[in-house]
């Protein structure tokens, strides 16, 4: 079986600088050598994605080019119908023997109302990345019985099969998606929180522009 493999899904819509900070954060941390980065196809939760499939998976493969060690996969844009996170880690399971899912913590706080949430937890541990502004839900917290599944380290995390959770502090991005198309809109500069490739690609392709 192979090693670990650390997963990170989302819309991607468009892909930021966050998002990759994120994916090569989680790889240092874990110590492992690969991260999946998923497109969402269509999401059960959140908005109807902006742009096509297409665009949003041209924009990732532009900005993880230098890093070999993430791997796009369009798993879930290959299938016609809504994109559930526990069907995508029952196919990665197959071919991985463990899997890290690596979410912010506002998806944390909503596992509850995830389709079949609690297979998740059987399937793959959880990294749990902070968002300036946003707190663990006491609710969850209980939801998921975290006095038995909170860890500290990584390698307290890789000694069990599943089912571990920690919560990073030194993580800090604050960057949304929802924002950067904003500001595209209107026509303002985004260089900062995109990769120049991506920006080009928008500028070529006229994405989230009215």
Partial sequence: MS???AVLGGLFDPVHKGHVSAALFALEFLSVQRL????????????????QAEHRLAML???T?????????PIELQRDRVSY?????TELK???????????????NSLPQWHDWQKILELSHLLVLPRHGSTVSDETLRAVDIEHRQV???EQMLASASGKIIFCE??????????IRKKITRGDDVSAALDAKVVQYINDNCLYQN
């Fill in 170 to 179: 030194n993580f800090d991005y604050d960057v949304a998606s929802s924002e």
């Fill in 85 to 89: 996170s526990v069907d995508t880690l």
């Fill in 152 to 154: 500290d380290t990584s």
């Fill in 36 to 51: 999946k980065m998923i497109p969402c196809h269509l999401p059960n939760h959140k908005i109807v994605p902006a742009t």
């Fill in 61 to 63: 493969t532009l900005a």
């Fill in 3 to 5: 090693s670990p493999l």
């Fill in 65 to 73: 080019a230098s890093y070999p060690q993430i791997e796009i996969d």
């Fill in 94 to 108: 197959k071919r991985h023997s463990m899997l890290v899912f690596v979410l912010g913590v506002d998806s944390f």
